[in-house]
């Protein structure tokens, strides 16, 4: 790329360093950003320029791509107006000035609207080294985060989203105006304010919090963050236990916007973007390294969190070499590096990590390809850790799968072409069609495929009549919005229409699907809600695999948000047991099933989706629609605000 005048037109902020790090040129956005004039920026040291605080991660930025080559990126924060600060990630390129061909450095603000989630990592990783919680308050939406940080203190918010009314409730309400004034004024860095704290389990706590006004990205919203310490002596025998569930909640959620950000990634760059700030958060890591396959010559970007020698060694490499990463590539198979003895064991005439001093020392290395099994990989990625880490089974079979999911993802961008009649085939097939003339009944159903990537999707849904006459209905999510996903929805759709034939009750029908999914060994995984419905007296029984709750609508126009006990997802947890339950719909009344699609969006929450489909589907009752209408009903409302995910509507009225 040429360095020019042409890399400073931008609205975010920017500059261009020479290869010391001192500032050539800036941007007015760049100059507000580091709230000095211009005149002042120019010909001083980038990082001297920064808060204290950020002065070493701007440092070891820039000069990541000025010695390797190589894109380098970090989140930083710049002093932002009035006290608060502002998080961007920033993104450093080594560029060439196309007038004298000198050598420089091109440091900019990149764009991460899209993904607000990935400029929360350092924060979160913060706050976890030592020992301290983390959340976040949203004062447009009046709802507050639990980001994470230290187990023992999220034993205390079982849930990671709640509303302020909700938390203020917990306060005691002699502290809830010292609260109240700690979110009024975060502008800067509050002092530290102890209050107490009602939880569910094990009675009060006295915490101590702190406050600060953070803006996530250069035009992002203003959000308030506050860091939690525990104070409490004495600590009750189960909050060890709902720690660890917490923390694999907050991990699960990770894996998943992990998951769903590799896939929904459009650009290279936005799937660089993805890897270098979530990689190293998510497998424990201090660093991490992205190596993309261009003509036959690994090209790499990092984190900025690793050693320069490693980046040198790497970038330009040829794929025809001895070493770990070729051989990774090559043959389609991780690697795992403990020590330098091991290393120089297995490639002991290798050059590819002629600089890796610290092996064995400081960190160990795992190498894994980008590319599902049966396809030449596409680059690989390497996560650095602490010495004496050695990632677990699982954690070996997660990266594996992640790095599928981001071979598939960068296979998609970079070939741009979807078997969009295959598919249409394909999703045409997945379509059941709804038992007619149910006494007493009416089922209705609707499907819209994702906009995104193939015209196809993992969502399903079905209705069939049972032995007994009883009427099962089902609906589900599969991870994906591809024609692997569609195959997939179809094993697990046959699956419970064959198991259910078999067996009396839909707990025992999910648990049979998923011990079959499990023993398939699948990289996806599916949600699900399945209901029998008794049509001559109303009696519903119904199991839930980690889907969205069901919706009961009346024919007064109210309704009901119903979530029925259940278990995880399919196909993930061998010998997982579902719990049912058993309950009664009346007559002139609906239940209506949806995927996640249909209920959560931009600027949409699942809860306020739940909320906005329930209102519409008694509102449609009321008005005397039949179940095919009421369907149309719920999905036009969603399609109609831009949801991007596959969206299913399946409604059951009893008449």
Not at 91 to 108: F, L
Not at 322 to 340: L, M, T
Not at 420 to 432: E, F, G, I, N
Not at 440 to 452: I, K, M, N, Q, T
Request: glycine share 8%; charged share 25%.
């Amino acid at each position: 790329m040429d360095a020019s005048d042409e890399l400073l037109r931008r609205d975010d902020p920017a500059a261009l360093l020479t290869l010391d790090g001192v500032i050539s040129g800036l941007n007015p956005a760049m100059a507000t950003a580091l709230d000095r004039p211009a005149e002042q920026c120019l010909g001083r040291d980038f990082s001297e320029l920064w808060p204290p605080n950020q002065q070493m991660s701007a440092e070891s930025l820039a000069i990541q791509a000025a010695r390797t080559k190589a894109v380098a990126m970090r989140v930083l924060e710049f002093p932002g107006p009035c006290g608060a600060s502002v998080a961007c990630l920033i993104e450093a390129r080594p560029v060439t000035d196309s007038a004298g061909g000198k050598q420089m450095v091109w440091v900019h603000a990149l764009d991460s609207r899209n993904d607000l989630t990935s400029l929360l990592i350092p924060f979160r990783m913060a706050a976890k080294a030592t020992n301290l919680g983390l959340w976040m308050y949203s004062p447009q939406e009046r709802q507050l985060e639990w980001l994470g940080g230290a187990p023992a203190l999220a034993a205390n918010f079982l849930d990671p989203t709640a509303s302020l009314s909700r938390v203020m409730s917990a306060v005691h309400p002699d502290d809830r105006e010292t609260f109240r004034q700690l979110l009024r004024s975060a502008s800067g860095q509050s002092s530290w304010h102890r209050l107490r704290l009602l939880t569910e389990h094990d009675g009060w706590h006295r915490l101590a919090i702190q406050t600060r006004q953070i803006q996530l990205g250069c035009d992002g919203p203003e959000q308030i963050f506050g860091v939690v310490r525990d104070d409490t002596k004495q600590e009750k025998s189960k909050a060890k236990a709902q720690a660890a569930l917490i923390a694999e909640r907050q991990r699960a959620k990770d894996i998943a916007d992990f998951s769903s950000a590799l896939i929904t990634a459009a650009t290279e760059q936005e799937l660089q973007q993805v890897v270098l700030t979530r990689l190293a958060a998510t497998f424990y890591g201090t660093g991490a390294l992205l190596g993309l396959v261009d003509e036959d010559r690994l090209h790499v970007s990092t984190d900025a969190g690793i050693d320069m020698g490693e980046v040198t060694a790497l970038h330009d490499m040829p794929l025809d070499g001895p070493g770990p990463v070729s051989e990774a590539i090559r043959c389609g198979k991780p690697q795992f590096i403990p020590d330098r003895d091991d290393y120089i064991r297995r490639w002991p005439s290798s050059a590819a990590f002629p600089r890796l001093a610290h092996l064995g020392s400081d960190y160990a290395v795992s190498i894994t390809p980008l590319g599902e099994a049966g396809t030449q990989p596409l680059g690989a990625w390497m996560v650095f850790s602490g010495t004496g880490y050695r990632p677990a089974p699982d954690e070996q079979t997660l990266m594996g799968t992640l790095a599928d999911l981001a071979g598939q993802a960068l296979r998609r961008i970079r070939l741009q072409q979807a078997r969009v009649d295959l598919a249409a085939a394909l999703q045409q097939t997945m379509l059941p069609t709804l038992p007619e003339h149910l006494p007493g009944l009416e089922v209705a159903a609707r499907y819209r495929p994702s906009r995104d990537g193939l015209d196809i999707g993992g969502d399903w849904y079905d209705a069939f009549v049972l032995p007994d006459g009883a009427v099962a209905l089902e609906i589900g999510d599969v991870q994906g919005h591809d024609v692997d996903a569609a195959a997939f929805m179809g094993q697990v759709r046959m699956s419970l229409r064959a198991i259910a034939g078999q067996e009396p009750d839909p707990a025992t029908v999910l648990r049979c699907t998923n011990e079959l999914l499990v023993t398939m060994d699948p990289a996806r995984f599916a949600s699900c809600t399945m209901l029998h419905v008794d049509p001559r007296d109303g009696q519903v029984t119904g199991a839930s695999a980690g889907h969205v709750p069901v919706l009961c609508a009346r024919k007064d126009g109210s309704h009901r948000i119903h979530e029925l006990p259940g278990g995880p997802v399919l196909g993930v947890v061998l010998d997982t047991e579902y719990r049912e339950e058993t309950f009664t719909l009346d007559r002139d009344s609906a239940l209506v099933m949806v995927t996640d699609g249909v209920v959560e969006g931009p600027g949409l929450t699942l809860e306020a989706g739940l909320e906005r489909a329930g209102t519409l589907a008694g509102a449609a009752l009321h008005d005397g629609l039949t179940a095919e209408e009421t369907a149309d009903r719920v999905l036009d409302a969603a399609a109609a605000v831009d949801h991007a995910d596959d969206l299913a509507v399946l409604v059951i009225r009893r008449m």
